[in-house]
């Protein structure tokens, strides 16, 4: 079914950070592509209403901490003064010109956007229904479903009241509540929530596991915890929301917990308990392709599905719902489309909590070796003892190395602190290129920088780490 030049038609649905690259990737490769979203501005969630806007809201929120506590320096700022219209406005700023770049460069490489709901008709055909409810019919030759995920809504906090916000909700900024719950304590409750907190709400967290940030090692969750005890007015564990009511006063919740004061009224409540796939109500059922009952699409290594025309990759493809992921697993199906040998076989694919401090690690965790039995040897190495980390007050860092003791490859890394998202670039190369704890502690890391205690953490596997003295053990 190739067009009339010859080229193979290729239809991507879903413009996020899965979708787009893969149309990238298969018009620089020449094929026939068009991409279509739903969403008047390409890039997906991570994009609209996800990765970015929240890092947007997470530097000012940073600014404003950063200005409180420069007073411990010497340095006296006013308390800072929030317009929020303007914030708004450099948050829908920022998302406007990426997006308008994706456009662009949709343009540029003869990628053909189309505004509009897609689904399947078969494993060839699928249909396009446009904003203004006309529809057309499109024909393909391979199909890379790239559809995301969406905030999880359980039916017993879905009042239909607007003070009870997902993710996308939150990321509106409507106003400042005074008091906001947040009901789960995984990424994106800690990140809004401690962006809110920033802003001057009294935020309260309820997780319902006996950790928040429970997929991460304890020693790096932490130092964060330490410094949203000091921002948020509780974090609550073992904790159960029992119910939401909506009264003209706020919305009131019912907790269970140990020591947990019930029922308590909230102006606004965050919602942040997982996401669901997409997978389900797009046609798939009239492929070869099979969707699981939660709502994903069962891909194998080289992101097909069993129909042999379609593939899926991102959210929608299975955990864990991270958009770099996706990025990657677009230039795979493409490859395969391609007809190369090209298979999803990262070992490291890094996790970043972008909270202050953030958290990141990448590889093997220590829980994991842990839990799996697999012999490693960890060496870690506190900011305490960096130089970068006392210049800019910023100590309770830690860095963390996991090696393989015989052979000394490094397994996975694990860092907390300013910068611990960028710093652990460095541990995915090394995971993915069979470093070993040599490769890094004698490769030169510039001075004064954080990056240095990923060099001093690999010394620590078979020396002394320079600023480190830990006795030998008789
Ligand atoms: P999550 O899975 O990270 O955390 C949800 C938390 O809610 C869990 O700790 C869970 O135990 C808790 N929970 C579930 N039901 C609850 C209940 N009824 N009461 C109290 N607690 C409850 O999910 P998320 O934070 O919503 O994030 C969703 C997805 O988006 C994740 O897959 C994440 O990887 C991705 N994401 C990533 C980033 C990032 O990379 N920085 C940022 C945002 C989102």
């Given at each position: 079914m190739a067009d009339s030049s010859g080229k193979k038609k290729l239809l991507v649905l879903g413009g996020g950070p899965g979708g787009y690259p893969a149309a990238f990737e298969a018009a620089d490769h020449g094929m026939d592509v068009t991409l279509v979203d739903q969403d008047p501005q390409p890039g997906g969630v991570c994009l609209n209403r996800g990765c970015i806007p929240s890092k947007a809201l997470l530097h000012v929120a940073k600014l404003i901490t950063e200005s409180r506590e420069a007073s411990h320096l010497g340095v006296t700022f006013e308390e800072p003064k929030i317009d929020l219209d303007k914030l708004r406005g450099f948050k829908n700023g920022v998302v406007g010109k990426l997006t308008g770049g994706i456009r662009e460069l949709c343009r540029a490489r003869g990628v053909k956007l189309i505004q509009a709901r897609g689904s399947l008709l078969n494993s060839t055909t699928a249909e396009l229904k446009h904003a203004d409810g006309k529809t057309e019919k499109l024909s393909f030759d391979y199909c890379i479903v790239a559809v995301g995920s969406r905030p999880a809504m359980p039916p017993m906090f879905n009042l239909g009241d607007p003070r009870i916000m997902d993710s996308t909700g939150a990321l509106e900024l409507a106003d400042i509540p005074k008091k906001l719950l947040v009901i789960g304590g995984g990424i994106i409750g800690l990140e809004l929530g401690q962006a809110y907190a920033c802003f001057g709400s009294k935020v309260t967290v309820v997780e319902m596991l006996p950790a928040i940030c429970a997929g991460a090692d304890r020693d790096l969750v932490n130092p964060l915890q330490k410094r949203l005890a000091t921002q948020f007015a509780g974090i609550h564990v073992n904790t159960k929301v029992k119910s939401l009511k909506a009264t003209p006063e706020g919305i009131v919740a019912e907790l269970e917990g140990e020591g947990v004061e019930s029922p308590q009224t909230f102006d606004r409540v965050l919602l942040s308990v997982g996401r669901v796939p997409n997978g389900k109500g797009i046609g798939l059922e009239t492929t070869k392709a099979k969707v699981t009952d939660r709502g994903f699409v069962e891909v194998n290594k080289k992101m097909q599905t069993a129909d042999p025309n379609i593939f899926a990759i991102g959210d929608v493809a299975g955990e864990p719902m991270l958009a770099h992921k996706a990025t990657r697993e677009a230039k795979v199906a493409v490859e395969v489309i391609l007809g190369?040998?090209?298979?999803?076989?990262?070992l490291a694919i890094p996790s970043v909590i972008y909270t202050d401090p953030e958290v990141a690690w990448c590889g093997l965790t220590e829980t994991q070796a842990k839990e799996q039995g697999i012999e490693v040897n960890v060496v870690r190495f506190p900011w305490a003892a960096s130089g970068r980390a006392q210049a800019i007050g910023r100590t309770e860092g830690l860095t963390k190395v996991l090696f393989e003791?015989?052979?000394?490859?490094?397994l996975g890394m694990g860092i907390v602190g300013p910068g611990a998202g960028e710093l652990i670039a460095e541990g995915v190369l090394a995971v993915e290129t069979a470093a070993v704890a040599r490769d890094l502690a004698e490769s030169i890391h510039a001075h004064p920088t954080l990056s240095e205690t990923i060099m001093e953490s690999a010394e620590g596997a078979f020396a002394q780490a320079t600023h480190i003295y830990r006795p030998k053990r008789k």
């Amino acid at each position: 079914m190739a067009d009339s030049s010859g080229k193979k038609k290729l239809l991507v649905l879903g413009g996020g950070p899965g979708g787009y690259p893969a149309a990238f990737e298969a018009a620089d490769h020449g094929m026939d592509v068009t991409l279509v979203d739903q969403d008047p501005q390409p890039g997906g969630v991570c994009l609209n209403r996800g990765c970015i806007p929240s890092k947007a809201l997470l530097h000012v929120a940073k600014l404003i901490t950063e200005s409180r506590e420069a007073s411990h320096l010497g340095v006296t700022f006013e308390e800072p003064k929030i317009d929020l219209d303007k914030l708004r406005g450099f948050k829908n700023g920022v998302v406007g010109k990426l997006t308008g770049g994706i456009r662009e460069l949709c343009r540029a490489r003869g990628v053909k956007l189309i505004q509009a709901r897609g689904s399947l008709l078969n494993s060839t055909t699928a249909e396009l229904k446009h904003a203004d409810g006309k529809t057309e019919k499109l024909s393909f030759d391979y199909c890379i479903v790239a559809v995301g995920s969406r905030p999880a809504m359980p039916p017993m906090f879905n009042l239909g009241d607007p003070r009870i916000m997902d993710s996308t909700g939150a990321l509106e900024l409507a106003d400042i509540p005074k008091k906001l719950l947040v009901i789960g304590g995984g990424i994106i409750g800690l990140e809004l929530g401690q962006a809110y907190a920033c802003f001057g709400s009294k935020v309260t967290v309820v997780e319902m596991l006996p950790a928040i940030c429970a997929g991460a090692d304890r020693d790096l969750v932490n130092p964060l915890q330490k410094r949203l005890a000091t921002q948020f007015a509780g974090i609550h564990v073992n904790t159960k929301v029992k119910s939401l009511k909506a009264t003209p006063e706020g919305i009131v919740a019912e907790l269970e917990g140990e020591g947990v004061e019930s029922p308590q009224t909230f102006d606004r409540v965050l919602l942040s308990v997982g996401r669901v796939p997409n997978g389900k109500g797009i046609g798939l059922e009239t492929t070869k392709a099979k969707v699981t009952d939660r709502g994903f699409v069962e891909v194998n290594k080289k992101m097909q599905t069993a129909d042999p025309n379609i593939f899926a990759i991102g959210d929608v493809a299975g955990e864990p719902m991270l958009a770099h992921k996706a990025t990657r697993e677009a230039k795979v199906a493409v490859e395969v489309i391609l007809g190369e040998p090209a298979e999803f076989d990262n070992l490291a694919i890094p996790s970043v909590i972008y909270t202050d401090p953030e958290v990141a690690w990448c590889g093997l965790t220590e829980t994991q070796a842990k839990e799996q039995g697999i012999e490693v040897n960890v060496v870690r190495f506190p900011w305490a003892a960096s130089g970068r980390a006392q210049a800019i007050g910023r100590t309770e860092g830690l860095t963390k190395v996991l090696f393989e003791p015989k052979t000394e490859r490094i397994l996975g890394m694990g860092i907390v602190g300013p910068g611990a998202g960028e710093l652990i670039a460095e541990g995915v190369l090394a995971v993915e290129t069979a470093a070993v704890a040599r490769d890094l502690a004698e490769s030169i890391h510039a001075h004064p920088t954080l990056s240095e205690t990923i060099m001093e953490s690999a010394e620590g596997a078979f020396a002394q780490a320079t600023h480190i003295y830990r006795p030998k053990r008789k």
